[in-house]
């Protein structure tokens, strides 16, 4: 008889998860319906659980630890966005809370599968590889400048990198380096980042550098030292590769960035539509953060004063006004909520990275490297948020939500698994 983390009901919840995972990228919804899936799986097991007794022990010990952290999180975020509303009398915008809410059983439903991680390591790769196929077919096939899966350019760019990120972690980790299925995760990873690349999100280029340096300090920590001719010729031919392959329109936007940024800190003039831009719009969320630095002003009132600076030539874009964000999450932060709106962000990003540093210590390399993605996840978006509202925008805020209650859910079914062979031997 199997044991209960290997039976037929948790292989067909990980295929579910797999194929789910490898959709996300090209059938729009999937995002959604599959965390609301399996957080109704969780919502069951909530619910059928006999007694306060069994509801509480629904979780291992050291995972519920780490859940309240991330629940703690949510909270101090949904607080202080409603807080500010209030204060700011903004209109109240319940829908950014949805996914702290809806998704927050997703964790027991995946302890509850008793899914196996491996179908999480599938699922990326698949996911990858689709996406870099999509891309292209959008970019090469049908013309279309930059590739945007079912999505927008940016959200589809700067997801893929954490796909990368999530592939090259599972090559270069000890479960899978030196196997084939490793090789598959390495080809995905690759697959993933020329996806990121086809969309010409400026704000992925960074991530994809600092995943790849995690990479090659992993694989030179491995493999390197036995075999540091073969380690750096596979390096050498994976940059090589990927110059080759470089979409041109990279090497375009790269360069009328660099020309931008350097143009408006020399001159103050804003010339493209990207970097300047952005960077102008930061310049007018400091005035306003000036202005009220402990709460910041109100969206309104954020726009109004753009007004008056475009007027009176302390901004020199008028296209500013017809700008609906600051294009920063941090910037935007200290502008709508001060100190206190940008605490909230930093709550978001540095809870889950104590509630899985544990994780990173255990003795079992599953929920290592399982915990090492989760933290690379908040590293990522905290990039992103250098130029990008990564709450202010669905995809981000669910994507984020789902795969780190995912990742605690896999973590917990490997504590069970471990529990279980304790008991057995």
């Known amino acids: 008889m199997r044991p209960p983390y290997q039976n037929t009901y948790s292989l067909v919840w990980g295929w579910v998860l797999a194929i789910a995972l490898a959709l996300t990228w090209l059938v729009w919804g999937v995002k959604t319906l599959w965390p609301l899936l399996f957080a109704s799986v969780g919502l069951w097991a909530l619910i059928t659980a006999k007694g306060p007794q069994a509801r509480a022990s629904l979780l291992p010990d050291g995972v519920a630890a780490a859940a309240g952290w991330l629940a703690f999180a949510a909270i101090y975020w949904g607080a202080v966005r409603l807080g500010l509303y209030w204060v700011h009398g903004n209109s109240f915008n319940l829908e950014p809370l949805l996914p702290f809410v809806l998704f927050a059983p997703l964790v027991l439903g995946v302890y509850r599968a008793r899914i196996s991680h491996h179908y999480f390591w599938l699922g990326a790769a698949l996911a990858a590889v689709v996406a870099c196929c999509y891309g292209a077919y959008q970019h090469y ?10 999505m927008n350019p940016i959200t589809f760019g700067n997801t893929s990198v954490v796909l990368s990120l999530t592939c090259l972690i599972g090559a270069t980790s000890p479960l899978f380096i030196k196997k084939r299925f490793g090789v598959f995760l390495l080809f995905a990873s690759v697959c993933a980042a020329y996806a990121s690349l086809l969309s010409g999100s400026k704000g992925g280029w960074f991530g994809l550098v600092t995943v790849y340096g995690l990479g090659v300090n992993r694989y030179w920590k491995e493999i390197g030292q036995q075999s540091p001719v073969i380690v750096a010729t596979a390096i050498l031919a994976l940059v090589c590769s990927i110059g080759y392959a470089m979409p041109t329109h990279v090497l375009a936007r790269l360069s009328s960035g660099a020309m931008g940024a350097y143009i408006w800190f020399t001159q103050g003039v804003v010339t493209d539509g990207s970097v300047s831009f952005r960077l102008e719009l930061w310049r007018m969320a400091w005035h306003a953060f000036l202005e009220s630095p402990l709460i910041g002003v109100s969206s309104a009132e954020i726009f109004s004063r753009m007004k008056v600076l475009t007027e009176t030539g302390v901004l020199n874009m008028p296209a500013l006004l017809q700008n ?6 941090f910037f935007g ?17 540095l809870c889950p990275i104590i509630a899985f540093a544990r994780f990173t210590r255990s003795d079992n390399p599953a929920v290592q490297q399982l915990a090492l993605v989760a933290i690379w996840i908040c590293v990522l978006f905290a990039e992103f948020g250098l ?18 209650l995912l990742l605690l859910g896999l973590i917990a079914v490997e504590h069970a698994r471990a529990t279980h062979a304790t008991r057995e031997s």
């Open 387 to 404: 130029s990008a509202s990564v709450w202010g925008q669905s995809t981000y805020r669910q994507f984020y939500v789902a795969w780190l």
């Open 324 to 329: 609906p964000t600051i294009d920063s999450q």
């Open 333 to 349: 932060d200290l502008a709508e909520g001060g100190v206190i709106g940008l605490s909230s962000t930093a709550v978001m990003l």
């Open 141 to 150: 096939h049908l013309g279309i400048g930059r590739a945007y899966g079912h």
